[in-house]
Nanobody
Framework: QVHLVESGGGSVQPGGSLRLSCVAS????????MGWYRQAPGLQRELVAS???????TYADSVKGRFTISRDNAQHTVYVQMNSLKPEDTTVYYC?????????WGQGTQVTVSS
């Protein structure tokens, strides 16, 4: 059974930082492309950052220069370091694992940026 468990969400002031973690089990982690998505109420889920199994990272324009995605294959974990957080970054963040058309989602972790 596949599980993706996110952690690290919380509340922070504008300009602050958070690091989200996603631990995967039940998959051959190093074969999967991993990503972080977010979804605000009433809007579509959008890609925040992704990292291929080869370590190539891509970012949404809205987070470039502020977020950094990384992975630790030995720990079956993908991270996203989020710096210079803005109120518009407030929403639920989801971890995704993708491999040849098969995808899995975590349950999400809430990030709130507010003064």
């Amino acid at each position: 059974q596949v599980h993706l468990v996110e952690s690290g969400g919380g509340s922070v002031q504008p300009g602050g930082s958070l690091r989200l973690s996603c631990v995967a089990s039940g998959i051959y982690f190093r074969a999967y492309d991993m990503g972080w998505y977010r979804q605000a109420p009433g809007l579509q889920r959008e890609l925040v950052a992704s990292i291929t199994r080869d370590g190539v990272a891509t970012y949404a324009d809205s987070v470039k220069g502020r977020f950094t995605i990384s992975r630790d294959n030995a720990q079956h974990t993908v991270y996203v370091q989020m710096n210079s957080l803005k109120p518009e970054d407030t929403t639920v963040y989801y971890c995704n694992a993708r491999h040849t058309g098969t995808g899995f989602w975590g349950q999400g972790t809430q990030v709130t940026v507010s003064s």
